[in-house]
């Protein structure tokens, strides 16, 4: 039996907004309560292990009853189990109730920001149009979303999405994330855009500068701080070394993704990599314990296959070899060695957002 199942929900594949780098498809699907209904009995009739439980989308605030419904049914799951949930969101839907409730259900939340203003912007766009005015709109309630998690008390990571031009602005987007309150920074490069070698050394040079800000940082903060800090640079480690092929960043774990459709699949899909990684339907399973290990992941598919045109893979593969190799030195030279991986942190859950 594993120790740990990391499901993740994709409670709707709409968004309501169109950022001009995201390769998620955007469909009007939302999850029925039929397939809620069968995911609890799944989850009721699986072997009780602790339960990483991702509330995804598209974006999940836009279906907001449902992710009330899927909470309402882990908390009337039997047996003793712990259970872990986790919400990707871009924030321009949170309000102070919604924050309340993620903050009274002890809810992990991933708000999607780049940074400061300029850089968020400049490819971030709501649906329906792409003015600047309309940017910048999105951007204040992204902010104002984040705002009411942190009143609330809220565990709250960024997800960061680095681009070619904004790579050079990436340590101060960083340190005006953190002087907000936040520790756990996930540090996307984007897919599709050329990575030239003089971005990729910019990505270094301020990876590095990260490095010696989180060293002064480190100083005035107490444990539970630092130690925030140091499962979420084990983290992106972990997650870097997916990206390039590695195995399943939660080698404890099985993996699972329920589509709002009831597809359930071996890992977080994409339009191109989606038909090739289901491995079976909530109708038409009894326990996921039953269903079988994926042989590839999503990544190496994308490699195998060739999803993405040669140049694209190549420029995945060197930034985050880039993240990787950053991230391990700055591991090292805050916290020293590298534990053994058997016993690192899970990784916080998905790829992107």
Not at 18 to 28: D, Q, S
Not at 112 to 119: A, E, K, L, N, Q
Not at 288 to 299: I, N
Not at 314 to 325: A, P
Request: net charge negative.
């Amino acid at each position: 039996m594993p120790d740990r199942y990391q499901i993740s929900v994709i409670l709707t594949d709409e968004c309501n907004m169109r950022c001009r780098y995201c390769t998620t498809a955007k469909r009007p699907v939302d999850i029925s309560e039929h397939v809620l209904d069968r995911l609890a009995a799944l989850l009721e009739d699986t072997a009780p292990a602790s339960l990483d439980i991702n509330f995804h989308g598209g974006e999940p605030t836009l279906v907001w009853e449902s992710v009330l419904g899927l909470n309402q049914r882990l908390a009337a799951l039997s047996g003793e189990r712990r259970i872990s949930r986790n919400l990707c969101t871009n924030g321009t839907r949170m309000n102070a109730e919604r924050a309340q409730y993620l903050a009274e259900h002890r809810f992990n939340v991933r708000v999607s920001i780049d940074g400061r203003r300029d850089s968020h912007t400049l490819y971030r766009f709501p649906k329906g149009g792409r003015k600047a005015e309309a940017a910048l709109e999105c951007y204040g309630q992204t902010n104002d979303g984040l705002q009411h998690l942190i009143d609330a008390g809220v565990r709250t990571a960024a997800n960061m999405v680095v681009t070619p031009p904004t790579v050079h602005e990436l340590a101060r987007n960083a340190a005006y994330l953190v002087k907000r309150g936040l520790v756990h920074l996930v540090i996307s490069p984007v897919v599709g855009m050329p990575w030239a070698d003089e971005h990729l050394e910019t990505l270094e040079r301020e990876l590095l500068l990260m490095q010696e800000f989180w060293r002064h940082w480190m100083v005035s903060r107490d444990r539970r701080e630092t130690e925030d800090l140091r499962r979420s640079i084990l983290s992106e480690i972990e997650r870097a070394d997916y990206c390039i092929g590695g195995p399943m960043n939660q080698p404890d774990a099985r993996v699972f993704v329920i589509g709002p459709d009831g597809r359930i699949f071996g890992d977080e899909p994409e339009a191109r990599t989606e038909d090739t990684l289901v491995l079976g339907h909530v109708n038409d399973v009894r326990s996921f314990s039953e269903l079988p290990a994926l042989e590839r992941t999503a990544f190496q598919l994308m490699y195998d296959r060739e999803f993405y045109e040669p140049h694209v893979l190549e420029d995945v593969r060197r930034t985050h070899e880039v993240l990787k190799k950053r991230m391990t030195r700055m591991y090292r030279a805050l916290f020293g060695p590298l534990p053994e991986r058997g016993v690192w942190p899970g990784a916080v859950s998905s790829v992107a957002s």
